[in-house]
Each structure stands twice: as structure tokens, then as C-alpha cells.
């Protein structure tokens, strides 16, 4: 089955310490998109990718880095850098920017 | 940047019972998503909508892009239609969202 796959869907990790987040898409879609979501709020959108190699930041970018090296994968890392990295992260697809976004299961991320 | 206003922020319904949610947006969008959060967080596409009407079973969506607003419709609620409903709205470079309307279904 086509999909996006969000791991671990639980996290926990120490203040201070770098983690990565993984989302792989098994849809051949061109854009992939990292957001953010905190308890009660819509979605911000963290990073973007529109092809590989290429990623652009979103409007909450401060602290996370991304890579694009292949088509099917955009890992996220959460650095030590964010200030309250604790927070609900959704990784999205779609065919092309602009074309209906698909999203993935999620990952709570808990830091301490 | 863009204004996404959504209404009412929640929503309790006796199951059976119909329902409009609205989304009104500040500027001239190139399209627009409704999802659905279920209570695990799973986000799933209800429509896609850039303008005019569209139906899926219970779910209907109408988008007047001229006049800056969407309306979800979901007749004859089921509790399993429980969680919190967001717009997204495309403008500029990125997708920008509401911040949902959670609709609670009692039986």
C-alpha cells in the first residue's frame, strides 16, 4: 500500500540532546513537508521540499534542520537549538506544491 | 500573511443530528483542503476545493472563492465523525491552516 511512514510514533528525549525524526513516502511524490502541531492549534509548517537536494524554510524553521537526499525520505532533526521542541510533528506529501497534501500518522515528540 | 478564521471552535451534536463548519479566509487562495483529525491524530483528506461544490456520502463542501469562505456539511453525525475538522488554505508559497473546529458526536 502507498503511504507515508512517521517513526518512532513516540519519542522522549533529554533537553539538550539532537533528535531525528523519520518520514519516508512510498507515493513517488515530488514535495514533501515537515509541520508542527501544539496542543489546540492548526498546523505550521516547519520545513518544505520540493525536489531532491532542494528544502526551503517555513515560517517556524528556527532550530530544525532537514535533509532531501532521496526522493522518498525527509528526516527532521530537532536541535538543541528549539526552544520548546516538545510538540506534535506531521510529516506531509503531495504530487507537486500546490496539489492536495497527504499526511502521515505523526510523532510525539516529549523532551525533558 | 493570510488570515484563517474557522468556526464555530467546537461543536457538540447529538448523533444523527447535521452540522455547517465554516472557514473564512483574508485573501485570494489558490486552493483549498478540508481534513479530518481523529482523536489518535491521524489527519485525513476530506476534500479538496479550490472552488464550487463537492460530495462525498454524509460530507458535502462548498467553497466561494470569490467571497473568501468554505462550508463543510456533515448530515445524519455518527460518533465515529468525533474529532477536530481543519481548513487549509494554499497562498504563496505553502499551505496555511485554521485552528479547527472540534466536533464532539454523543450518541
Known amino acids: 500500500d502507498g503511504g507515508i511512514t512517521q517513526s518512532p510514533k513516540y519519542l522522549f528525549r533529554k533537553e539538550g540532546q539532537n533528535v531525528t525524526l523519520s518520514c519516508e513516502q512510498n507515493?513517488?511524490?515530488?514535495?514533501m513537508y515537515w509541520y508542527r502541531q501544539d496542543p489546540g492549534q492548526g498546523l505550521r509548517l516547519i520545513y518544505y521540499?520540493?525536489?531532491?537536494?532542494?528544502?526551503q524554510k517555513g515560517d517556524i524553521a528556527e532550530g530544525y534542520s532537514v535533509s532531501r537526499e532521496k526522493k522518498e525520505s525527509f528526516p527532521l532533526t530537532v536541535t538543541s537549538a528549539q526552544k520548546n521542541p516538545t510538540a506534535f510533528y506531521l510529516c506531509?506529501?503531495?504530487?507537486?506544491?500546490?496539489?492536495?497534501?497527504?499526511f502521515g500518522n505523526g510523532t510525539r515528540l516529549t523532551v525533558t | 500573511g493570510i488570515q484563517v478564521e474557522q468556526s464555530p471552535p467546537d461543536l457538540i451534536l447529538q448523533e444523527g443530528a447535521n452540522s455547517t463548519l465554516r472557514c473564512n479566509f483574508s485573501?485570494?487562495?489558490?486552493?483549498l483542503q478540508w481534513f479530518h483529525q481523529n482523536p489518535w491524530g491521524q489527519l485525513i483528506n476530506l476534500f479538496y476545493?479550490?472552488?464550487g461544490t463537492k460530495q462525498n456520502g454524509r460530507l458535502s463542501a462548498t467553497t466561494v472563492a470569490t467571497e473568501r469562505y468554505s462550508l463543510l456539511y456533515i448530515s445524519s453525525s455518527q460518533t465515529t465523525d468525533s474529532g477536530v475538522y481543519f481548513c487549509?488554505?494554499?497562498?504563496?508559497?505553502?499551505?496555511?491552516f485554521g485552528t479547527g473546529t472540534s466536533l464532539t458526536v454523543i450518541p
Open positions: 506531509a506529501s503531495s504530487i507537486a506544491r500546490g496539489s492536495p497534501l497527504h
Open positions: 507515493l513517488n511524490h515530488d514535495a
Open positions: 521540499s520540493q525536489i531532491v537536494n532542494d528544502f
Open positions: 485573501d485570494s487562495v489558490n486552493n
Open positions: 476545493i479550490p472552488s
Open positions: 487549509a488554505v494554499d497562498w504563496g508559497n505553502q499551505f496555511y
